[in-house]
Antibody, heavy 125, light 108 residues
C-alpha cells in the first residue's frame, strides 16, 4: 500500500523557517517524480514544487522561488521542503504527492495519484 | 500560464441525480487534464486523467470528456460520498501545474 506521511508543520513567525518531510513507503520511491501542493484555509489547491525521480529536475511556483527548496533522499525514501523567509500568505496545508502510474497499462504521467494527509503550516506573529 | 476556470462554483443536487461539472482552459491543453475529488477534511483523490481515463479503483459512475479547452466531469448517479469539491488540473504546459478553483457539489 502506498503511503505518504508528512511531518514538520507548525506555527512559525513571519520571516522564519520550517522544514517539511514526507516519508514514502509501499512503492519504489527512487522511480517516481514527487510534488508539493498546498491549500490555504478554505481555498483551492496550489502547486508549489516538483522534483524528478533523480532529483536533477526541479521547478517552483513563482511565489516561492528563492525562498523554498525541494529535495529528496532516495536512500531514505524521503521528500523534503525547506521553507525560508515565510510569509503570512504561505499559511496552508502542505501535501506531498506522487506522480501517477497505472500498473495495468504501465502509463506514467504528471498527475498526482497519491497524496499524504497534509502538514499544516501557520505563519503568524 | 494556463488558467483553468470551473463552473458552476456550487452544484446543489440530490442523491441519485446526475452531476455535470465543467472545466475550461485559457489555452489548448489537448487531453492533458485531470479531475480530483476532495471530501471535507481529506486529501484530494485522483479520479480522471488525460480527460477521460478513470484512475485505478475509481467507480464507473465517474466519467470525463473533452479536449482542447472544454472539459466535463460527469457523475452519473450521485452517491452520498460524492458530495465533495472537485478540481481540474492541467499538465499540458508546465511549470506551473495549475488547478481550477473547484466546484462544490452539495446536497440539495
Amino acid at each position: 500500500e502506498v503511503q505518504l506521511v508528512e511531518s514538520g508543520g507548525g506555527l512559525v513567525q513571519p520571516g522564519g523557517s520550517l522544514r517539511l518531510s514526507c516519508a514514502a513507503s509501499g512503492f519504489t520511491f527512487r522511480s517516481f517524480d514527487m510534488t508539493w501542493v498546498r491549500q490555504a484555509p478554505g481555498k483551492g489547491l496550489e502547486w508549489v514544487s516538483y522534483i524528478s525521480s533523480s532529483g536533477i529536475i526541479i521547478h517552483y511556483t513563482d511565489s516561492v522561488k528563492g525562498r523554498f527548496t525541494i529535495s529528496r533522499d532516495n536512500a531514505k525514501n524521503s521528500l523534503y521542503l525547506q521553507m525560508n523567509s515565510l510569509r503570512a500568505e504561505d499559511t496552508a496545508v502542505y501535501y506531498c504527492a506522487r506522480e501517477m502510474f497505472d500498473e495495468n497499462t504501465w502509463y506514467r504521467a504528471e498527475y498526482f495519484q497519491f497524496w499524504g494527509q497534509g502538514a499544516p503550516v501557520t505563519v503568524s506573529p | 500560464e494556463v488558467v483553468l476556470t470551473q463552473s458552476p462554483a456550487t452544484l446543489s443536487l440530490s442523491p441519485g441525480e446526475r452531476a455535470t461539472l465543467s472545466c475550461r482552459a485559457s489555452q489548448n491543453v489537448d487531453s492533458y487534464l485531470a479531475w480530483y475529488q476532495q471530501r471535507p477534511g481529506q486529501s484530494p483523490r485522483l479520479l480522471i486523467y488525460d480527460a477521460s481515463n478513470r484512475a485505478p479503483g475509481i467507480p464507473a459512475r465517474f466519467s470525463g470528456s473533452g479536449s482542447g479547452t472544454d472539459f466535463t466531469l460527469t457523475i452519473s448517479s450521485l452517491e452520498p460520498e460524492d458530495f465533495a469539491v472537485y478540481y481540474c488540473q492541467q499538465r499540458s504546459d508546465w511549470p506551473p501545474f495549475t488547478f481550477g478553483p473547484g466546484t462544490k457539489v452539495d446536497i440539495k
